[in-house]
Nanobody, 116 residues
Framework: QVRLVQSGGGLVQAGGSLRLSCAAS????????MNWYRQAPGKQRELVAL???????VYQDPVKGRATISRDAAKNTLYLQMNMLKPEDTGIYYC??????????WGQGTQVTVGS
């Protein structure tokens, strides 16, 4: 069973940067999409950004211009680079990967706290 293991996150001051990583423990056949979500306290989980297997990316409005989603296929690792962080970026960040063959996989979540 493939697992997604997240790393990165933590406490950062407003205006700072961080990079989240999401490493798959093995190859996911039929992979077609890789997403980052976040869940702020008291709010529903929301999509932050996604990248397709073809490399196309989509960013939600709150992070446009500040976030970069990328993937290193050789390392089976998904990244989310966040710059110019704001207190409203605070939340638990989750990665998810979707396969036409193997279903979907989720990371364990990582806390990001942005101090004002």
């Amino acid at each position: 069973q493939v697992r997604l293991v997240q790393s990165g996150g933590g406490l950062v001051q407003a205006g700072g940067s961080l990079r989240l990583s999401c490493a798959a423990s093995g190859s996911i056949d039929g992979l077609y999409g890789m997403n980052w979500y976040r869940q702020a306290p008291g709010k529903q989980r929301e999509l932050v950004a996604l990248i397709t297997d073809g490399g196309s990316t989509v960013y939600q409005d709150p992070v446009k211009g500040r976030a970069t989603i990328s993937r290193d296929a050789a390392k089976n690792t998904l990244y989310l680079q966040m710059n110019m962080l704001k207190p409203e970026d605070t939340g638990i960040y989750y990665c998810a990967e979707y396969s036409t063959i193997m279903g979907e996989f989720w990371g364990q979540g990582t806390q990001v706290t942005v101090g004002s």
